[in-house]
């Protein structure tokens, strides 16, 4: 009883977002134990019920208005999109500071970059659609009109369910350049590091280097020996993954080739 009255007293002295006990919430991308909800500004760009962009500083492109993403994406100022390695970052965002607010979390992923968003130390740039998630039924255009606003945020874990690691080579690729989109990891969803191996080669890992966004390359002097295994890193955790031969002989640049591993969540 005097621990609940003292938490009590605690709320009333600070800022009531910050009072918050964090638990496991039943929802599709499931929440770190103990992370706490943070304040940000939000914004939103491109059309009122769309995915923001069709481009994107991440490399998703189009993809984001298809599943698993399904328009439910954002770009991230410098905190968030940390020089592309934010992309695919999952966050729970939700408003409270207007009537039209549901106050209900919905889950967003970094797929964008926003240069110009740095009011806050952490912006989040809104596609229209889940900008409008955060509203009350009905009232989405009533909250688009809302100009900047005040959200909670907190980082979750990414849960892409029925989809393992995929790579998207870029169309440059060849022989002696290789280059491949990352797309769907669970967990932290960021990549901080990611490996190529030759075929008959059991030891050797190369270090890509990051190109852009989730795109990693590799240049090399002799021409690639495929099958390739890629072994991707997450940057948080540190976790790792290895798509043994994922890119097969005779591969195509611009072909999207699928593994059978993801990380754990």
């Known amino acids: 009883m005097i621990m609940n009255l003292l938490f009590a007293l605690t709320c009333l002295l600070l800022n009531l977002t910050h009072c918050f006990s964090p638990k496991k919430l039943n929802i599709s991308a499931a929440t770190t134990s103990d992370a706490d ?51 695919g970052a999952c966050y729970q965002i939700k408003c409270t500071s207007k009537s039209a607010c549901s106050k209900k979390p919905v889950t967003v ?82 990549i901080g590091r990611v490996e190529l191996k030759q075929a008959l080669d059991s030891d050797k890992w190369l270090s890509m280097s990051q190109l852009w966004g989730a795109v990693w390359k590799l240049d090399v002097s002799s021409p690639l020996r495929a099958p390739l295994s890629l072994r991707v890193t997450s940057l948080d955790s540190g976790e790792t993954v290895v798509a043994s031969d994922v890119i097969p002989a005779g591969w195509q640049p611009g072909s999207i080739y699928k593994s059978n591993v993801n990380f754990q969540v």
Not at 125 to 152: H, K, P
């Open 109 to 190: 992923v970094i797929t964008d970059e926003c240069p110009g968003c740095v009011t806050e130390s952490v912006h989040f740039d809104l596609s229209g659609t889940a900008f409008g998630a955060m509203a009350i039924s009905g009232e989405d255009s009533q909250l688009r009109n809302a100009g900047v606003l005040q959200i909670l945020y907190r980082k979750v874990e990414c849960n892409y369910i029925g989809k393992t690691v995929t790579f998207q080579v870029d169309k440059g690729s060849n022989a002696y350049y290789f280059a491949a989109l990352v797309e769907y990891e669970n967990g932290d969803g960021e």
């Open 37 to 87: 909800w943070s304040i940000a500004g939000a914004t939103w760009y491109g059309s009122p019920t769309g995915y923001g962009s069709d481009g994107g500083a991440c490399g998703y492109g189009t993809a984001v208005a298809q599943p698993p993403f399904s328009s439910m994406v954002s770009a991230g100022g410098a905190s968030l999109f940390k020089s592309g390695k934010g992309c």
